[in-house]
């Protein structure tokens, strides 16, 4: 979810070059993906091509947005796209995907029961899971030996991690995860339980020493910060570098977020869309995607082939117990409160 | 060709150079800050004077108005920091302009030269290894603890000293070379002259340095002035994001705020606080001259 547009627009130039050239004498099997930066694996493109000899090619975006207002210029000829969950139901609203009816494919009863039917896609009739990940926060149990199992740590810190936490600077994630602290729902609308996210956060705030999104494994691992909002395959590369770095899976929930396969309603090759899905819902297929970009999927059986330390590491893998909490596209009202409880925070 | 016509062909290069990259994006900006602000961000072609209301009034679920002293604190906390940016790299800068403008001619070009140095490597490297330097793992602390000078790691990163160091040290070459511009054509016998008329050391500074070096004094402390006003990265890394800044107000809402309108809207009056600063200063410039004159 979180990519970089530096990597993205070479890429795009060689592919609409590549794309012109293929046009008018396009007789084979052909396959557009239109997916995040760095986040295909090329193995998985390659065994797909040499399996079933059609032909793929990608394209990249940096952000859902760009996703949405090129769907909505309606001229880009994707078969593939790969919205995050909570741009899904805006897609289905605006026409803009094509039932996959995915129950009725080959492979789908790989897909983990936890995954199948989600809030945002009801019955499977547009998406499959691609990745998903979570957002909460890493400590490092050297600075502090109590118990890891609650976001009150994180919101109301011991002595020990005064002054020396680091917390997001972006206000949908940071009013989201002291949501879910407060057990308030997500995208709230009432001004009264915003009030209480103000609170929190503002109680927390002198015990915080940084807010910023940016370089947040590295400042772990520096020792820097002993506490950090942090996202789950961050916190592993952390640890790689601090083995006392622990990601934190609270009691009252955690944030998280899914990448879906989608078929746009403008794809020319559904069929080949289709294939490519069910392809994709193999365990042995999708840890390759895995290894690649360094995420979870949800597909049973995929642990199998996945790389040791990312098969055994508790940030990819949480505990079967542990709430996932999905935040939808929030309402304009919704933003306006985020936005002031931001403005206040900060003023 | 007439003369006219060629006149026009000159200066078409100019007009079209000030037409598209100035005239246009801000015609754009003004637009957008009358619109309406779109859900998933951009906007809605309405008419809506929401952006600039905003500035001031919070609008309640009432619609009320109530009066929000939020943004104009933020906006006073940037113009704060830029002044007090200002005032510190004119106090660094001159002493370092004089130094170099009374040194023989080919030393000066060498160390104008060093001046110019640092704008080699790109600014958010340069900031980014004052992080590396300035935190409580840093250089700076590790051979404070290590010689046994303090116990724990002085706090220097992410505070507002750090957000002025960053912004001191990036700016302070846009200072010195407008001042020694100023100095190296000064007439160091008219201080001697003062000298010899016992005029005391500050006495000639402030009677004959200083007015002659003006226009060079105004022209540096407008080129650090304008920048400090909108810097966003010394802020971002240096500060910690932990107060909001005008810079960093307005990206928040072309992003998570989704509220293009009023980013534009901030921007523009960030634009006309620019501008503000440049007619008055140029307003006294101009009485300056004309008191010189007679």
Not at chain 1, 304 to 326: C, G, H, M, Q, Y
Not at chain 2, 146 to 161: H, I, M, N, R
Not at chain 2, 202 to 219: D, E, N, S
């Amino acid at each position: 979810m979180k990519k970089t547009l530096t990597a993205a627009l070479p890429l795009s130039f060689l592919t609409l070059s590549l794309m012109a050239a293929a046009g008018p004498a396009a007789a084979a099997e052909e396959l557009f993906i239109y997916n995040w930066s760095d986040y295909t694996a090329p193995e998985v493109l390659a065994k797909f091509e040499k399996e079933t000899g059609i032909k793929v090619t990608l394209d990249v975006y940096d952000s859902n947005e760009t996703l949405l207002a090129k769907m909505k210029a309606g001229n880009a000829a994707y078969d593939i796209v790969v919205p995050s969950h909570n741009f899904v139901p805006i897609m289905i609203k605006d026409g803009l995907l094509q039932p996959i009816d995915a129950p009725k494919l080959s492979n789908y009863a790989n897909i983990d029961e936890k995954w199948r039917n989600p809030e945002w896609d009801p019955g499977n009739r547009y998406t499959v899971p691609w990745m998903w990940g979570t957002t909460s926060f890493a400590v490092d149990t050297a600075v502090y030996k109590g118990p890891t199992d609650s976001a009150s740590l994180l919101f109301t810190p011991p002595p020990e991690l005064r002054g020396n936490i680091g917390m997001f600077k972006t206000p949908e994630e940071v009013v989201a995860v002291a949501s879910i602290a407060l057990g308030l729902p997500q995208c709230d609308d009432n001004p009264k339980d915003l009030k209480k996210v103000e609170e929190l956060l503002a109680g927390q705030k002198p015990a915080v020493k940084i807010y910023s999104s940016e370089g947040i494994h590295e400042r772990l691992a520096a020792g820097e910060v002993a506490m950090h909002m942090i996202w789950n395959g961050a916190a592993k590369r952390a640890r790689d570098v601090r083995p006392t770095i622990t990601y934190v899976y609270p009691k009252e929930g955690v944030l998280a977020f899914m990448d879906n396969l989608t078929v746009p309603k403008t794809a020319k090759n559904v069929k080949n869309a289709l294939t490519f899905i069910d392809f994709m819902l193999k365990p042995e297929n999708i840890a390759i995607q895995s290894n690649f970009a360094r995420y979870s999927n949800g597909i049973k059986g995929s642990q199998a082939f996945l790389s040791p330390d990312l098969r055994d590491a508790p940030e990819i893998n949480p505990p079967a117990t542990v709430k996932t909490v999905f935040q939808p596209v929030c309402s304009d009202q919704a933003v306006k409160l985020r936005d002031r409880v931001w403005t206040r925070l900060f003023q | 060709m007439t003369p006219h016509r060629a006149t026009l062909l000159g200066i078409a290069p100019t007009l079209l150079i000030i037409g598209v990259l100035m005239v246009v994006p801000m015609v754009i900006m003004a637009a957008y800050s009358l619109m309406e602000a779109n859900s998933f961000g951009g906007v809605l072609p309405h008419f809506s004077a929401e952006a600039y209301i905003k500035l001031l009034f919070d609008r309640d679920l009432d619609d009320s108005l109530a009066f929000d002293p939020s943004y104009m604190i933020i906006l006073w906390r940037s113009l704060r920091i830029a002044g007090l940016a200002t005032a510190i790299t004119l106090c660094v800068g001159f002493p370092v302009a004089y130094f170099i403008a009374t040194r023989p001619p080919e030393q000066r070009t060498l160390l104008i030269f060093l001046i110019t140095i640092p704008f080699w490597t790109n600014l958010l490297i340069r900031t980014y290894s004052w992080v590396l330097i300035l935190r409580d793992t840093g250089m700076i602390n590790t051979v404070l603890q290590g010689s046994g000078l303090t116990d724990q790691p002085l706090k220097l990163l992410y505070t507002e000293g750090a957000i002025l160091f960053g912004l001191v040290y990036t700016y302070a070459p846009f200072m010195v070379l407008p001042l020694y511009t100023s100095l190296e054509k000064l007439d160091f016998r008219l201080v001697e002259a003062a000298r010899d008329l016992y005029c005391g050391p500050w006495g000639a500074l402030r009677h004959v340095v200083l007015p002659l070096v003006m226009p060079g004094l105004v022209a540096g402390s407008i080129l650090v002035f304008v920048p400090c006003l909108g810097a966003f990265v010394a802020p971002d890394l240096l500060g910690g994001g932990k107060e909001l800044m005008i810079s960093t107000l307005i990206q928040l809402q072309f992003t998570s705020s989704r509220n293009w309108p009023f980013g534009a809207a901030l921007a523009l009056v960030l634009l006309a606080l620019v501008m503000l600063t440049l007619t008055v200063s140029a307003a006294r410039q101009a009485r300056a001259a004309a008191e010189g004159g007679h």
